[in-house]
């Protein structure tokens, strides 16, 4: 999904635009009336503007990314550009705020219209100067990780080519030292993102927040006090599951490496973070899928839940060509049911599992209710769509799933099954072990950017993945993760959505499917998932906040305990 501006988007718009600021007075006799007139003829000439803007630049950005075209991407970027400045106007924020600060709109939809639009007016109000030196270094900063190569033994080495050392050598000397010349990028980069975290907070005390952490968490309206808590709660539920798991993943790469346990070190477990469940199950799924029409396979799939989606697949671009963006996105061109999937489809489970996340996103966007005002037809969060992408992409390695809807045989499921099912529990285990570094780096970090950040993240990485910072290491390898520069203070969101995932997963089967077999279930051709979903989730659009959304459609705010009993107990 990639349409829904962002809060840092949004405040690149500020570094560029200048504009007067305007005083509106109220009157006095009827000034609720006149306050609530006011903000419908806000609206009306705001949305007048807004919504053809929109779908145009939908569909330009649609378009460069189909075509790979320099001057398609160059009108993308243009028409993102305008649509952007209507955000960072500085009478209109002045007449919003003024409106919603008065109390005076009542009703339940104008009041979630206000907020959204307040939150997305307030991420374009910084200091024009500031936000310019902020997008100017964040810019040097990427394109010192663009340009850095590792070299290993005079080799110059692309992130592609270390990722593949990481994961396939077993020489330990060549790991150790592609693992230390990867790192290398972080001592380069180090005291700019300093200096860039510095700077973002500034911009955001100047708006009253107390850094640049709280602000980006509370104006996608994420209270940080309810995030550290699910994570706190998530924390507690995986450590000691993940402990367990870590020894049997220790056991095989000391074999795997002819080391003792306690002499593994970082470059040990085949990836740069260990951010990724390392590959110690032997299985291939793609046999399974070889000759299918993954299209069809999909189409038939949400037309079992009740879910058409042979109109969005017409409109889709499904294949490779010369050019064309070569992963896979869901946009809604028009939030009036243009809506569309970006892909590059080969019969392999990776690609059957990406076509049922996109098309997840897909359902989300269409079945959100087009009667609800312009603004509130949008997914609640940008995660609350992720679980449910997540939670579809998931079946693609279920062997449940594949035997209820590619028709693998009885006999072939209980091959694959234990494997299987191993390998998703070890993937997503590490990967909430390794969010739970990111989530309290980057928070650590933005409250107090002058502490010892090197000593910050060892200690986090040892905590909370169990891993071992080598003897006598002091250098700033949380610096060579490139999300601290270009997806600041997001990172916590991928979690978010699983944790919803599993939530909703245990929710329908216990309430909609009445049964207490979570491990066994496809939803194949279950049209009860998909009245439930479409009702109590996607149907709100943004009409509650994201918490809301989630009580009202599982009975529970967002919680970590459902995850845990999914792949830990």
């Not at 104006?219 to 709660?233: A, H, T």
């Not at 939030?335 to 489970?349: C, H, Q, S």
């Not at 910072?469 to 060579?480: C, H």
Request: some cysteine; aromatic content about 12%.
């Amino acid at each position: 999904m990639k349409r829904k501006l962002s809060v840092s988007f949004l405040i690149m718009i500020a570094a560029i635009v200048t504009a007067g600021f305007m005083f509106n007075g109220c009157g006095s006799s009827n000034k609720n009336a006149k306050t609530m007139k006011e903000f419908d003829e806000f609206m009306t000439k705001f949305e007048a503007k807004f919504i053809p803007l929109y779908k145009e630049a939908s569909l330009a950005s649609w378009q460069a990314d189909l075509s790979g075209d320099p001057a398609d991407s160059k009108k993308s970027a243009a028409l993102q550009y305008k649509e952007s400045l209507m955000f960072a106007n500085k009478a209109d924020f002045e007449t919003i705020k003024r409106i919603k600060e008065s109390g005076a709109i009542t009703d339940s939809l104008k009041k979630r219209e206000l907020v959204i639009l307040y939150n997305d007016f307030l991420g374009g109000q910084m200091d024009t100067l500031k936000m310019k030196k902020i997008i100017e270094l964040q810019s040097r900063i990427t394109n010192k990780f663009n340009v850095f190569r590792a070299v290993v033994d005079k080799d110059s080495l692309s992130d592609n080519k270390v990722d593949s050392i990481l994961l396939h050598s077993t020489d330990n000397k060549l790991l150790e030292k592609t693992w230390l010349a990867s790192k290398l990028s972080g001592k380069m980069v180090a005291d700019s993102i300093v200096k860039l975290v510095k700077m973002r907070n500034e911009v955001a005390k100047d708006l009253g927040f107390s850094n640049y952490h709280e602000m980006s968490l509370k104006l996608s309206e994420q209270d940080p006090k309810e995030i550290e808590k699910v994570y706190d709660q998530l924390d507690s539920l995986t450590k000691d599951g993940f402990a367990k798991l870590k020894g049997e993943v220790d056991d095989y790469f000391a074999k795997r490496f002819n080391v003792k346990k306690e002499d593994l070190m970082p470059w040990h477990y085949q990836n740069r973070f260990f951010q990724e469940a390392p590959k110690i199950y032997e299985i291939d799924l793609d046999k399974y899928y070889a000759g299918k029409d993954l299209v069809k396979i999909t189409e038939d799939y949400y037309k079992g839940l009740g879910m058409d989606i042979t109109e969005m697949a017409k409109k889709s671009d499904l294949y490779s060509r010369p050019g064309k963006y070569q992963h896979a996105q869901c946009g809604d061109m028009d939030k009036f049911g243009d809506i569309r999937v970006m892909a590059n489809v080969v019969p392999t489970e990776n690609w059957m599992g990406t076509l049922l996340h996109e098309f997840g996103h897909s359902v989300y966007f269409k079945y959100i209710d087009k009667d609800l005002p312009f603004m509130l037809r949008d997914p609640a969060h940008t995660f609350t769509t992720e679980a449910i992408a997540e939670l579809f992409g998931r079946f693609s390695t279920n062997p449940q799933w594949m035997k209820d809807v590619i028709g693998i045989s009885d006999k072939e499921k209980k091959d694959i099954e234990e494997k299987v099912n191993k390998n998703l529990r070890l993937q997503m285990i590490v990967f909430s072990r390794w969010s739970q570094v990111m989530y309290r780096f980057e928070k650590s970090m933005y409250e107090n950017p002058d502490q010892d950040l090197n000593k910050l993240w060892w200690t986090l990485v040892e905590k909370y993945q169990l891993l071992k910072k080598p003897e006598g290491r002091n250098a700033p390898d949380w610096a060579s993760k490139i999300h601290l520069v270009s997806s600041p203070c997001y990172y916590h969101n991928y979690l978010l959505g699983e944790m919803l995932a599993s939530q909703l997963h245990y929710y329908m089967t216990k309430n909609v499917l009445k049964s207490t077999d979570y491990a066994n279930q496809s939803y194949a051709n279950k049209k009860e998932i998909g009245v439930y979903l479409m009702d109590k989730v996607f149907k709100p659009g943004t009409r509650y906040s994201w918490n809301d959304m989630i009580e009202k459609a599982t009975g529970e705010k967002l919680t970590a305990k459902y995850y845990a009993m999914q792949f830990v107990n």
